[in-house]
Structures are given as C-alpha cells and as structure tokens.
C-alpha cells in the first residue's frame, strides 16, 4: 500500500514538474496587461495610472522624492490659484508654461514623477519600466538628497512600492540580486521564476475573472437578482498586501497657502540614524544604471542637489554628506551632464520650507526657475525640446503671474 502510494506521488510529481516545464516555455500568460492586475492604490501606481495616459507624452520628467514632489505642486496650486488633489496632478504647469515662454515654443509636457519616500532605485525603476517606445521623455531632471542614498528606514531597494509594482512591467533578474541581497528577500521571486503558476498567480485571476466575467456572468444575471453585496465596498476587504497607500481626496494640495514651519527633526534622526555605507554603494550602483539607461535611450539628463535647512544637515552621519556630493560632482562630470548645485547656491532661506526638508511654493518657484533657466541656456537640452514642438493652438495661453 505504502509503495503504492508513493508511486503515484512520483508520478504526480513528475506530472507537476512536466506540466511547469511546458507552462515556463510557452508562458500563456504572457499578454496579460500589466495595468490590469490587481494592485495596491499606491503613490507609484496613481502617478504611473496618470503618466501612460498622458498625451501628449510629457517631454520633460521630474524625478525623486517628496523633496521635489511637494514645492512642484504647491507652486502649482499657486500658479493655478486653486486646489490640487495630489493622486491627480502629477504635472509642472508652471515649469511647462516658463518653459514655453524661454523657448519662445509651445505643446511642452511636464511631469513631476517624484514619489514621497523615493530611493534612486526607484528613480531607476520607473525609468526603466515606463521610458520606453511612446512613453520615452526627452529630458529627465533628478532632484536628489543625501536620504535617497541612505534611508535607514528602506531594508533593501527591492522592497519598496516603486519597485514592487513597477516590476510588473519588466523582468528584473539582471538587478535582482541589487535589489534584494539577502535570500529571504528575493524568495518569493525566486519561486515565482521557477513555479511558472506561483510567478503568475495575480496574472491567473485577471484571465480567470476575465472569463467568468464573459461566459458565466450573463447567465446568472438571468436567474438570480443583483446582490445588494455588490454595493459594499471592496477595499475594505481587500488583503493587507493591495489596501491602498492614499486615495482621492486624502491629500489635498490648498492654494496659497499661509506660512508655516514645523520641525521634522524626529523624522530625519531615524533615516540618517547612520552612514548605512551598504546601502549607499547600492544606490549609486542604481544611479549609474539609470544614467546608462538615459544615454542608451537617448534621455538627457540634468541633476539637481536639491536644497535643506542647517537643522538638516546638522542631523547628517559625520561625513556622509561629503562623500555624497563629492560623488555627484565627479559623475556629472565624468558623463558630462549638467548638475545644479542648489544646497550651495545660497538662494533658500528658512522662508521657503514648511518643515527641514520639504520647500514650499516660494521655494518650489526658486527650484523651478533654476531648472528652466538651466535648461534653456543648455544648448543640447534646449535643442531637444524645441525639436517637439506643436501647433500652438493645443497649449492654454497663460502669462506666469509672478
């Protein structure tokens, strides 16, 4: 009896492991649309659910953390002189219309695809994954700070939501030991690539849903009613793994608003709790890939040290921020690509931040302006987005209020 059953717990084995074999060369899952698998409400999957809609496609992109992403959009809201709900203005209308008036140009896109919490591996990730074919800017602009490189908060790059769901769209095996070092962190990935049903598991239920939606659901219809269950609301049961980050209306960018500053000290004490040396040789390892992905693109590419208070630096590892900029200067000049040194241009004083870190609109106007002036006055740059030139007549005519 025993040796029967193990026979078949061979042979079903056998089966399995054959079944996998067939599944992992002609991979029928393989069309799926990665926009069509179950995710998360994250603030990577809001921006990317925006920027593959955007048309036309933004030909100027900005890139980094909530260092960027706030001063954009509350200069934004400024310039607008209305409200601003963050998951649905992912846009630099104010540096696309300072821009077009530089550039004597018009139909320039601008998108600000900086992420809060965003590490250089996600600035690589999103560039990897979305700049491609019609998606492809002609310019990238990289806001970074020390905490990008060394965030003792982020375990490893791999874990973080940028790189969870943008892996979806490419097959990240070639950074994969980067992204994850340790084996326990690249487990499930590691199952996935080689149990074909495992690595497809969210792929599976969209065909299945898919067909159960086409074939089954119509009849049903027909002979029982419409449940009032269909009424309740479904993230509320969603598994703790695609609960949503942030939704519409949760944060809300308010037109001029009043001054104010609070101190963020606490925060930061945690994230540069120490020089994390691990991590920092990890992300300029994701640095140099994005800037060899950019050259190999076609992708210019501007970097931008973005500005902090003196409470910020003061909480920095003794020497990390040396070695950081240092690192910067001699990139930008080995690869030749602009770098604006903002944290040493003495242009920002304690009136353009909301907290230690984070610049508010005046700021966000002092960040923009330095861009576009930079940007203009680059010749390869400017060249390049006068090449994309449109009629007219698809881009608002607005003078800049300030």
């Given at each position: 009896?025993?040796?029967?059953?193990?026979?078949?717990?061979?042979?079903?084995?056998?089966?399995?492991?054959?079944?996998?074999?067939?599944?992992?060369?002609?991979?029928?899952?393989?069309?799926?649309?990665?926009?069509?698998?179950?995710?998360?409400?994250?603030?990577?999957?809001?921006?990317?659910?925006?920027?593959?809609?955007?048309?036309?496609?933004?030909?100027?992109?900005?890139?980094?953390?909530?260092?960027?992403?706030?001063?954009?959009?509350?200069?934004?809201?400024?310039?607008?002189?209305?409200?601003?709900?963050?998951?649905?203005?992912?846009?630099?209308?104010?540096?696309?219309?300072?821009?077009?008036?530089?550039?004597?140009?018009?139909?320039?896109?601008?998108?600000?695809?900086?992420?809060?919490?965003?590490?250089?591996?996600?600035?690589?990730?999103?560039?990897?994954?979305?700049?491609?074919?019609?998606?492809?800017?002609?310019?990238?602009?990289?806001?970074?700070?020390?905490?990008?490189?060394?965030?003792?908060?982020?375990?490893?790059?791999?874990?973080?939501?940028?790189?969870?769901?943008?892996?979806?769209?490419?097959?990240?095996?070639?950074?994969?030991?980067?992204?994850?070092?340790?084996?326990?962190?690249?487990?499930?990935?590691?199952?996935?690539?080689?149990?074909?049903?495992?690595?497809?598991?969210?792929?599976?239920?969209?065909?299945?849903?898919?067909?159960?939606?086409?074939?089954?659901?119509?009849?049903?219809?027909?002979?029982f009613p419409i449940s009032k269950l269909n009424e309740v609301d479904p993230g509320r049961n969603l598994p703790s793994n695609l609960r949503a980050e942030v939704e519409e209306n949760m944060f809300i960018v308010q037109a001029n608003q009043p001054y104010s500053y609070e101190d963020n000290s606490?925060?930061?004490?945690?994230?540069?709790?120490?020089?994390?040396?691990?991590?920092?040789?990890?992300?300029?390892?994701?640095?140099?890939?994005?800037?060899?992905?950019?050259?190999?693109?076609?992708?210019?590419?501007?970097?931008?040290?973005?500005?902090?208070?003196?409470?910020?630096?003061?909480?920095?590892?003794?020497g990390s921020y040396d070695k950081y900029i240092q690192y910067l200067s001699d990139i930008s000049s080995q690869k030749q690509i602009p770098f604006i040194d903002l944290d040493a241009s003495g242009k920002f004083s304690q009136q353009n931040y909301y907290d230690t870190s984070h610049m508010n609109?005046?700021?966000?106007?002092?960040?923009?302006?330095?861009?576009?002036?930079?940007?203009?006055?680059?010749?390869?740059?400017?060249?390049?987005?006068?090449?994309?030139?449109?009629?007219?007549?698809?881009?608002?005519?607005?003078?800049?209020?300030?």
């Open positions: 009896m025993i040796a029967l059953l193990g026979s078949y717990f061979i042979g079903g084995l056998i089966i399995l492991l054959l079944a996998n074999y067939v599944l992992l060369q002609i991979k029928p899952l393989a069309k799926v649309d990665p926009e069509s698998l179950p995710a998360a409400h994250t603030w990577v999957w809001w921006a990317t659910k925006e920027y593959l809609a955007t048309y036309p496609k933004p030909q100027i992109v900005l890139l980094g953390s909530s260092l960027v992403m706030h001063p954009v959009s509350r200069l934004d809201a400024n310039f607008l002189n209305k409200n601003l709900d963050y998951v649905y203005h992912h846009r630099s209308d104010y540096m696309k219309q300072a821009l077009e008036e530089k550039l004597h140009m018009s139909g320039l896109n601008c998108f600000n695809f900086a992420l809060p919490g965003g590490m250089v591996s996600d600035d690589y990730i999103v560039a990897r994954a979305l700049f491609v074919n019609d998606h492809k800017p002609q310019v990238i602009v990289i806001g970074l700070s020390l905490r990008d490189f060394i965030d003792n908060g982020v375990h490893c790059a791999g874990a973080t939501p940028a790189f969870r769901y943008l892996k979806r769209y490419i097959d990240m095996g070639d950074v994969i030991d980067l992204a994850m070092p340790q084996f326990f962190q690249r487990f499930d990935y590691l199952i996935g690539n080689g149990i074909y049903l495992w690595g497809k598991k969210l792929d599976l239920q969209v065909v299945l849903a898919q067909t159960v939606k086409e074939k089954v659901s119509p009849l049903f219809e027909q002979i606490k925060e930061y004490k945690k994230r540069y709790r120490s020089p994390n040396e691990k991590m920092f040789v990890t992300q300029k390892q994701f640095f140099d890939k994005l800037l060899q992905l950019a050259d190999e693109r076609q992708i210019k590419v501007i970097i931008v040290n973005m500005p902090l208070t003196p409470e910020n630096h003061k909480l920095m590892p003794v609109a005046s700021g966000g106007k002092k960040l923009v302006d330095t861009i576009v002036e930079n940007m203009t006055k680059n010749q390869n740059i400017a060249q390049s987005l006068t090449g994309s030139e449109r009629p007219r007549s698809q881009v608002a005519n607005k003078s800049l209020p300030y």
